[in-house]
């Protein structure tokens, strides 16, 4: 019975040793938000879309970053959005009709940064999902907010970050 829990206890201590923790520190800027083609809520009385659309990209990258490793830093430049849909005027009120042909599309840069602030990858990124309607993969619910936009953001983040 000693032998077993010293066994244990040391399998235990080299495992704990052989783990990576996870968790990347996370910097995300809106540039020039006021340019980007399409981040409308078409409803006329949401006043803090736009807020809400940030937070919620925020969060998921968050979510993301937990991913890397904790002694890394993701710093993203958020360039353009146009979301899935397109809103369009329907009598007195405005609604977000999406189509194929209104497909979601992001453009930022990012760095990532190692403990020592050193560059670890870098690079400028246009992304686009012209079969966000006909992907047979939903990792993202399509009634939930963003959805499309963020199936799309998991399929950049597996790509760049495979290794």
Request: net charge neutral; charged share 30%.
């Amino acid at each position: 019975m000693k032998i077993f829990t010293t066994f244990l206890i040391g399998s235990a201590l080299f495992l704990g040793q052989q783990s990576v923790a996870f968790a990347a520190s996370l910097e995300v800027k809106w540039t020039e938000p006021e340019n980007y083609a399409d981040i409308d809520a078409g409803d006329r009385h949401r006043m803090n879309f736009k807020e809400k659309t940030f937070k919620s990209f925020e969060k998921y990258f968050n979510k993301l970053a937990n991913q890397l490793p904790a002694n890394q830093k993701l710093i993203l430049d958020i360039t353009n959005v146009d979301l899935a849909g397109d809103v369009r005027s329907t009598g007195t009120d405005r609604a977000r009709l999406v189509k194929e042909i209104y497909f979601p599309r992001m453009e930022f840069s990012y760095q990532l940064r190692d403990a020592n602030n050193n560059l670890v990858k870098s690079e400028d990124v246009s992304l686009k999902d012209m079969r966000f309607l006909t992907n047979s993969r939903f990792s993202n619910d399509r009634n939930h907010f963003l959805s499309y936009e963020k199936n799309m953001l998991d399929d950049w983040f597996k790509d760049a970050f495979a290794e």
